[in-house]
DNA sequence: GTGGTCTAGACCACG
DNA sequence: GTGGTCTAGACCACC
């Protein structure tokens, strides 16, 4: 599910983890559901163990999962992220926001592109919900 | 006009890009404005001119400057703005939309960041017009 | 009485064992009386006996109960509490007031705190003794 | 300045860790004072700088210092100190002042023991000033 | 088998 | 010379 691409300026251990968040914002990953292993998502992507450590504990740090030594690691219920990452993600939602409108487009525009990713997002929420049915 | 911070974790070249990018969009630098050297830029900084001039050559491949051999850099008109730069602000400013709708923040709210946004904006761009008439 | 978390990031010994100390330090466990068999806890919290032996060894160790060979595990009296826990607790109790006053909480505010956490204390304690009546 | 105890069941880099917090709480490094590089307190402390360079990055996240790629790292000042670190301090201060009323220490010696802790902080933050008079 | 920690040693970007 | 990233491989605690 996750792809990495080497060409890539982000660092290895970034992208697994924007992969992660990912799965776990779109509900792919159910509060509670269990992520793979440390070592078996390494030797899937055929990357070193270590670095997907640092991606899980950096998440965890997030608060997008929780781990139990000997146990592994799990999909974290969103009130739990934490609100360094809030305010980091309203930081660049209003600065990208704002170069945005310096380059031409209108407030209108992007309202629409709000709307249009608010109703992909419920699509997936939806999805999930019926899957669980 | 671009103020640096050594305490920001991004490098320098970096800083001084994200400043020159800022007064061309703006419109503090309109199309074909002289920037300053790379040298008077580099001691007014009080940082290396080597900084200086990979922040420029940089900008110059996004679009936003163009430099003529034993003249110096000039801003580039807006249209020549790579496109690049737009399409990687959108990925970022949908990307973080999303996650913070998951978060539970209504499209609403963030329509009222953008209007906010979008005043500010306009009060910039009045106090450059101003300033060039 | 003891709750499991499995979510915690503590192993599960340690959350037993820190249950049972609880029930011994408020005095739901009175001097002598008789703690539940290793198994039987074992099966009623659902986990292994193994886990429930090493926190009750631990606890032994620390002086919260002692062990009769045939007969079972009991509550220790509060006078053998081993030191080793109040200056443990001391130790933490005065690091994170230091760093908290570091912080600019004031001794008013944290005296406030511990006014407030002095009342739950007596609360529960009453309402041992009571069910003990 | 910084001991490292084997024995201790805490890992290396907490050690590392409480130490500089405790250097940079109690003023002996102040608000810009730069740390000892990876490199070098890795070399004094005769441990990998891995180990140095991961309490670094937690202290960084946790507002204590902060770090410019290629220059070093420095302290940062209270205000950095990030919430979440706010909070777990507050947390550990109530827990243990808690288990410690319930053994049967009075809210009263509590009160005393903070006055006391403030008084050293005070006297230290005191020190800091004289010094750089 | 799981995650947690540590070491040794490498390469890169930055200034 | 500084920190940032990654690898390879090791040992431990927990369940």
């Known amino acids: 599910m996750i792809s990495l691409n080497y060409r890539d300026a982000r660092p290895i251990y970034e992208q697994v983890k924007d992969g992660l968040r990912h799965l776990v914002v779109t509900g792919a990953l159910q509060a509670g559901d269990k992520l793979p292993s440390v070592r078996a998502l390494?030797?899937?992507l055929a990357i070193n163990p270590n670095t997907i450590q640092r991606a899980y504990e950096s998440l965890e740090q997030e608060g997008y999962l929780y781990t139990v030594a000997g146990k592994g690691s799990f999909a974290a219920p969103q009130a739990d992220?934490?609100?360094a990452r809030r305010a980091a993600l309203l930081e660049q939602f209003e600065c990208?926001?704002?170069?945005?409108l310096f380059l031409g487009m209108t407030p209108e525009e992007l309202c629409?592109?709000?709307?249009q990713a608010a109703r992909?997002?419920?699509?997936?929420q939806g999805e999930?919900?019926?899957r669980n049915d």
Chains 1, 2, 3, 4 share one sequence.
Not at 96 to 100: D, G, H, R, T, Y
Not at 120 to 124: I, S, W
């Open 42 to 44: 390494a030797s899937s």
């Open 81 to 83: 992220v934490n609100l």
């Open 96 to 100: 990208s926001a704002a170069e945005l």
């Open 112 to 115: 629409l592109l709000l709307q």
């Open 120 to 124: 992909r997002t419920a699509g997936q």
């Open 128 to 130: 999930e919900e019926d």
